[in-house]
């Protein structure tokens, strides 16, 4: 029925493009005549857009994926028409036919949305068309768009059931509002990122990268520079100013503030922000959002973690207004990470621990020790490893477990944040890489295993010696499993997983070591001979 009624529609809008055809050449013959012109036909289809635009709208953010790609097509049918006719602009390059549509016509939009929003007692309940509506414009906007939705978003705050304090409209309220608000920050962080990834193609320097120093300059490795006094340690450095080296790249804080200059501070005005409207729905939209981290529908919850991740990645445009933010959001964040948190809910507080340590510099690392990680080990620990044969289905459990792996696996990267759990996250990933576990787990556990060799090599060192000795001659007896593996539930790892996590121990920098039954018997002897004399 719906694909039937768009093309039956898209037939009509055709009809009325070409009686508008025939009345220009009405016109054009009329005045070759000599007769008096009454000025040019009125586009048809023009002056049907008001009636067809929002109901196409409604049907493109249905839940009907036949409905929805049907509207798709007529409103890309309906801008192709207005564009032959005058009435809109040819899109630039890029930029889809509906987008275009949506900000030719976006006074017209949003001023109806906005009085919906505003002055109609249904119109925030979750059976009426708005939220359809809503979803689809939210879906298809660009940067252009971008003052248009400020107006729309906060109408929609200030007249959802919470900011009101009735709950009168019934629960599926704020699952929908929930999901306009993540696409609205979905598709904010989508440009944004765009632009970054254009940035980079161009070869403009993120404003957090360090000075690179003169080719001449540079050591030939972090031993040799700290034994020459150029640096304070003998290991490469992996941050600065609290940001992941190797993430600067990604061009964050590429709108910073302003310096403050008390000289020109009162006569010269301040540059326009470059995102300066985005952070502002940003922020407003995740503000807003933490109230429902812990929402009793799963729904609920599930959006409110979604807007929350896309909300930092906008507001990463100036780190200054982002920590604020996670600030606000991390006390109504902790919960997710508690041991009888439900797995897809867990698996969701992951992927927001990922996101907030690559963004927010020092704060996972004063926090991941004590908030995050009991939760995280208990779940690991306890529950086992998703078998190979049962990945197929894309379980909540295998959701988890990939999510943590994934997220242990960017954090060990820092050295300073595993101190204290090092032996903990290598039995996880000892866990999780033995054979027959599922290949997404595993791929993620030799990962974390990576990180982790250069961060503790020496721990990893000691699961990795094998109980053979080197001449072959004596084989010494095969030692017990540490009492943490047994915990974890992870037994030895296999010839070729021992073989495969030392390689990662001798591919870092110069580091000798003496096996713990020798060195410990020489140290025994030098001090009994020291003792002795």
Known sequence: HDVCASRLLCSCLRALALAALAGEAATGVAADAGLPQLGPPKSGVHAQVKRVLLPLLEQLGSSSFAGSTAACAALAQLHALLVADGSCGRPAPGVGPV????????????????????????????????????????????????????????????????????????????????RVLASVVRQLARLVCEQRLAAGREGQAPATAPPAPPPAA?????????????????????????????????????DPEPPEDAEHAATAPAPPAKYGRERHIASSVVLWARHHLQAPTAASRHLAH?????????????????????????????PSFAADAPLAVQADACVALKHTARLSGDFIRQRFASDCWPG??????????????????????????????????????????????????????????????????????????????????????????????????????????PPLLAEAGAGPLSAEGRRRLLGFVEAQELRPRVELSVGGQLWASFLSGAAGG
Not at 221 to 249: H, I, M, Q
């Open 99 to 178: 987008q275009a549509l949506l900000a030719s016509y976006a006074d017209y939009l949003v001023g109806d949305l906005c009085f919906r929003l505003k002055f109609e007692p249904g119109a925030m309940a979750a059976s009426g068309s708005l939220p359809a509506v809503l979803v689809a414009v939210v879906q298809h906007v660009g940067l252009e768009m971008v003052p248009f939705l400020s107006d729309v978003i906060h109408a929609l705050l200030r007249g959802s059931p919470r900011a009101r304090g009735s709950h009168e409209l019934g629960a599926g309220t704020a699952d929908w509002v929930l």
């Open 218 to 254: 540079t050591p030939a490795s972090a031993l040799v520079a700290f034994l020459e006094g150029r640096s304070e340690a003998w290991t490469a450095k992996r941050r600065f100013n609290g940001f992941f080296v190797s993430d600067l790249g990604m061009c964050f804080d590429e």
């Open 306 to 334: 979604v807007a929350v991740v896309h909300s930092f990645t906008v507001l990463s445009t100036r780190v200054r207004e982002l920590l604020p933010r996670i600030h606000d959001v991390w006390p109504s964040l902790l």
């Open 376 to 481: 995280l080990w208990a779940r690991l620990r306890d529950l086992p490893a998703v078998r190979q044969e049962e990945a197929a289905a894309w379980s909540p459990t295998l959701k988890a477990q990939f999510a943590a792996l994934d997220a242990l696996a960017f954090l060990a990267g820092d050295e300073v944040l595993v101190q204290g759990v090092a032996e903990e996250l290598a039995a996880v990933g000892m866990k999780f890489a033995a054979e027959g576990v599922a290949e997404r787990l595993s791929d993620r556990a030799w990962e974390l295993l990576r990180a982790l060799a250069a961060a503790d090599p020496d721990l990893l060192w000691l699961y990795a010696r094998s109980p053979v000795s080197d001449g072959g001659a004596a084989t010494l007896p095969a030692p017990r499993p």
